[in-house]
């Protein structure tokens, strides 16, 4: 049973960054799968932000490019976050997440919320 | 990108009712499509996957259909642990964007 746990700080500062680290267990992270990160707003629906496949390839959806980093630790089994620049509007709770057979992502982690203020 | 557009953004049904969400791509995406659920607080979880298959686990009282660029999530017989709020997400091609969600209530 593969399970994923996001760790990382719950308050940012605003123009600060953002970083996030989402521990695999029960799987291995340079397995055929995509590993993702989505967030969600208080209240508002789901928001792909995007993904890395273990070989270091990455897609970032375009409202985000300028300023998002995904990355992966092989040796750790873990994959991480880093958005820059935030604002008050990044506040969500960030959730990392497995793609597996036919873009199925069927493993999530609990979520982690992120406030961004000073 | 592709954009996706689910509708209703909400519905009030009733325990037993036929319960039907349809989801939009802005372009064929044949079937790569994924039906999730989510509940307050928690993480969403997968009910379906490449538009109709079910996810192991899921009660078979959910279905999904459809290709292309128009798809149903069905609900045979809504029961009381059903209310929550769905998404579609395309997973054709990044950026695998979601639907605004479906909240299903009382």
């Known amino acids: 049973q593969v399970q994923l746990q996001e760790s990382g700080p719950g308050l940012v500062k605003p123009s600060g960054t953002l970083s996030l680290t989402c521990a695999v267990s029960g799987g291995s992270i340079i397995s055929n799968n995509w590993w993702i990160w989505v967030r969600q707003p208080p209240g508002k629906g789901l928001e792909w932000i995007g993904e890395i496949f273990h070989r270091g390839t990455t897609n970032y959806e375009s409202s985000f490019k300028s300023r998002v980093t995904i990355s992966a630790d092989k040796a750790k089994n873990e994959f991480s976050l880093t958005l820059n620049s935030v604002t008050a509007a990044d506040t969500a709770i960030y959730y990392c997440a497995r793609e597996g057979m036919d873009y199925a992502t069927d493993y999530w982690g609990q979520g982690i919320l992120v406030t961004v203020s000073s | 990108d592709i954009q996706v557009t689910q509708s209703p953004s909400s519905l009030s049904s009733s325990v037993g009712d036929r319960v039907t969400i349809t989801c939009r791509t802005s372009q064929n995406i044949i079937t790569y499509l994924n039906w999730f659920q989510q509940k307050a607080g928690k993480a969403p979880k997968l009910l379906i996957y490449m538009a109709s298959t079910l996810q192991s686990g899921v009660p078979s009282r959910f279905s999904g259909s459809g290709s292309g660029t128009d798809f149903t999530l069905t609900i045979s017989s809504l029961q009381p642990e059903d209310f929550a709020t769905y998404y579609c997400?395309?997973?054709?091609?990044?950026?695998?964007?979601f639907g605004q969600g479906t909240k299903v209530e009382i």
């Open positions: 997400q395309q997973v054709y091609s990044a950026p695998r964007l």
